[in-house]
Nanobody, 128 residues
């Protein structure tokens, strides 16, 4: 069974940091582009960041540029999202999504429908 499992969410004060992980289960993460998205109550789903299979392309939402860093370790079948200088508006359910494409050097966070499947998510709450 192909699964993505997120972890690392929690409650943090404004200005703090969290590190999220997205681990593949049942398949090798290597050939997949991975995107991170977040969904907050009453807000539209927002693409946060993505990374290509070979780590030669990344993309960030303007709202997180300079504060969030995406990386991956294909040997561990895991993608990471380091979130620094967190703000209350960063709160939400963060989930990762995968799309098989081992060749591209570009990834999009415009729509999670561009990805084949996603994980259940991990909750991030930033208090003011």
């Amino acid at each position: 069974q192909l699964q993505l499992v997120e972890s690392g969410g929690g409650l943090v004060h404004s200005g703090g940091s969290l590190g999220l992980s997205c681990r593949a289960s049942g398949f090798r993460l290597g050939p997949h582009t991975i995107g991170w998205f977040r969904q907050a109550p009453g807000k539209e789903r927002e693409g946060i960041s993505c990374i290509t299979a070979r780590s030669d392309g990344t993309n960030y939402a303007d709202s997180v540029k300079g504060r969030f860093t995406i990386s991956r370790d294909n040997a561990k079948d895991t993608v990471y999202l380091q979130m620094d200088r967190l703000k209350p508006e960063d709160s939400g359910l963060y989930y990762c999504a995968a799309n098989w494409d081992p060749y591209t050097s570009f990834c999009s966070i415009a729509d999670d429908k561009d990805y084949e499947f996603r994980g259940p998510g991990t909750q991030v709450t930033v208090s003011s």
